[in-house]
């Protein structure tokens, strides 16, 4: 450890996946995922992710900062075999050479804690087992998605995970900023961690912090922290869209040197979840009723109301181009009314290629198969063009660079002047809709809209939060439907509720 602070390594390998999407479509390749190598890594300072926070951390701590290797994927399927080992071993090689120059004092990774890879099931404990083998005891710390499915083979090869208590989580840069924090008492030793987690048979709904059992959770797991023994208490939501043994909900508990102290807050925490397991499940609404819902909302209180299309959320693995919302909110035609937006690179393209002021016959969405909806067939006023790139404005992401390819504003079933219909906008690149900037992107100031529709289970509001009226989710079938119940796990290790709903469980005292 050198006198004007610690030698810390960054890097990491980040992806939430979606087992269920890979049959419609495909597996995750290594194109797939955004690289960074080396000093590149420095591109993500101030921006509000895990990356964001260890950079900053460092550089205000005065520690030096040895960027390694970096990549994430958005939530798909399952991740190619060949893909990963190529990811696995740039940054293993690379951290075996930054200690072999000079000894590491920490290292930091950014992982998810839900990634899957053709015949590894559990990519996070593989990973920093691979770490642990080429570094020794170097301390790992790692900061974690709430939705990761976690097991005790990740307890046991990290030294301290720090999971995300917030859902939207605009604590991401704040969990990387903490890691940075414990590594200098890690390296002296002064800190100890031991971590237990306890395994909950429980497939949760996406369930948000901002209200509701999610939050009643959160708290309890902040008060435990406040026990100077207790290092961290992070209660995971899990990833129900992951078909694997770990699938389902964990209380995670690091202490400092007590194991006995780790197990019995990670129980106590885990039975009041168990207590309350019927209250985070939510009533789902067809998207034609939440429409109707949406519509009394906007009479009673004023709009913008903003419709979350729950079941194809991109930000859970989902195709982005599904319809069933935006063919309610056509069918509703409330006057004001915007979607925001259908990945569907064909329209983009015909939109780009037509020019504004076109109007165009367009077969809008429902590329991956039916099951999120058929295409919307309309004709269509495009109204504006962009290159689809913006820098994120909301507490979640905020400074994170945005690219969403060749993008279109269209209005569907306009005059011939663009005027009526509803505004959508169609990009070139599948991700669920963080914050209004992409829709001041295309002209259009949400402020003043009636009914806005977007692709979101809970992350929209972060952006949204201080402008909407009122919030509806539409639930439809799809891949991140609330209703968990409707996906198979044959590879769980057992039992899940509430698939079973009649299932019994305690924490395991040989856990």
């Known amino acids: 450890m050198g006198s004007g602070g610690l030698r810390i390594a960054v890097g990491g390998i980040e992806h939430e996946t979606n087992t269920y999407a890979t049959e419609s479509m495909g597996t995750t390749g290594l194109d797939d995922f955004q690289r960074l190598e080396g000093e590149l890594i420095h591109r993500a300072k101030g921006t509000r992710t895990f990356l964001g926070g260890f950079l900053d951390a460092a550089e205000a701590a005065g520690h030096e900062v040895v960027p390694t290797f970096w990549a994430l994927a958005g939530p798909s399927g399952i991740i190619e075999a060949d893909a990963y080992e190529t990811m696995r071993t740039e940054l293993v090689e690379r951290l075996t050479s930054a200690h072999a120059d000079e000894s590491l004092d920490g290292i930091a990774l950014s992982m ?8 590894i099931d559990d990519l996070e404990s593989d990973l920093a087992r691979a770490v642990r083998a ?59 961690p031991v971590t237990h987690v306890t395994q909950i048979p429980i497939l949760l709904p996406t369930s948000t912090t901002d209200e509701g059992p999610a939050a009643a959770m959160r708290d309890r797991c902040l008060a435990a922290e406040l026990d100077p023994a207790v290092i961290d208490a992070t209660f995971f939501h899990g990833f129900p869209y992951t078909d694997v043994a770990a699938t389902g909900t964990s209380i995670v508990v690091t202490t400092n040197g007590d194991r006995a102290l780790a197990r019995r807050v990670a129980d106590e925490l885990a039975l009041s979840l168990w207590d309350e397991r019927s209250s985070f ?231």
């Open 112 to 119: 998810h804690g839900a990634g899957v890879v053709e015949g």
């Open 134 to 192: 080429s570094v020794g005891d170097v301390p790992l710390v790692v900061p974690l998605d709430l939705h990761g499915n976690i097991t005790p083979a990740m307890g046991d090869a990290i030294d301290v995970m720090l999971g995300v208590h917030e859902y939207p989580h605009t604590d991401s840069y704040d969990r990387g900023v903490e890691a940075i924090e414990l590594l200098p008492a890690l390296a002296e030793r002064r800190l100890r």
């Open 281 to 511: 499940l939510t009533e789902s609404l067809r998207p034609d009723v939440a429409m109707d819902v949406a519509i009394r909302s906007l009479t009673d209180v004023g709009g913008p109301v903003v419709v979350n299309d729950t079941s194809d959320n991109p930000g859970g693995g989902t195709p982005g181009d599904g319809t069933h919302l935006l063919r309610a909110m056509v069918d509703a035609a409330v006057d004001g009314s915007c979607f925001g937006f259908v990945f569907d690179p064909v329209v983009a393209a015909q939109a780009n290629e037509a020019g504004v002021g076109a109007t165009i016959d367009v077969r809008l969405g429902g590329r991956h198969g039916d099951l999120h909806g058929e295409p919307v067939e309309a004709t269509a006023y495009v109204k504006t063009l962009t290159d689809g790139r913006f820098v994120y404005e909301n507490e979640m992401l905020a400074g994170v660079r945005a690219n969403y390819g060749p993008c279109a504003r269209l209005v569907l079933n306009a005059d011939r002047r663009g005027a009526g219909g509803i505004d959508v906008i169609v990009t070139s690149r599948r991700s669920q809709t963080f914050d209004p900037v992409v829709f001041a992107l295309h002209g259009i100031d949400v402020s003043t809209r009636s009914i806005v529709g977007l692709k979101s289970s809970q992350h929209y509001r972060a952006g949204f939060r201080d402008l909407a009226t009122a919030f509806v989710t539409a639930d439809s079938p799809g891949l991140t439907t609330l209703d968990v119940t409707v996906f198979d796990h044959p590879s769980a290790a057992g039992p899940l509720w509430p698939i079973d709903p009649h299932l019994e469980w305690a924490p395991s005292p040989d856990d």
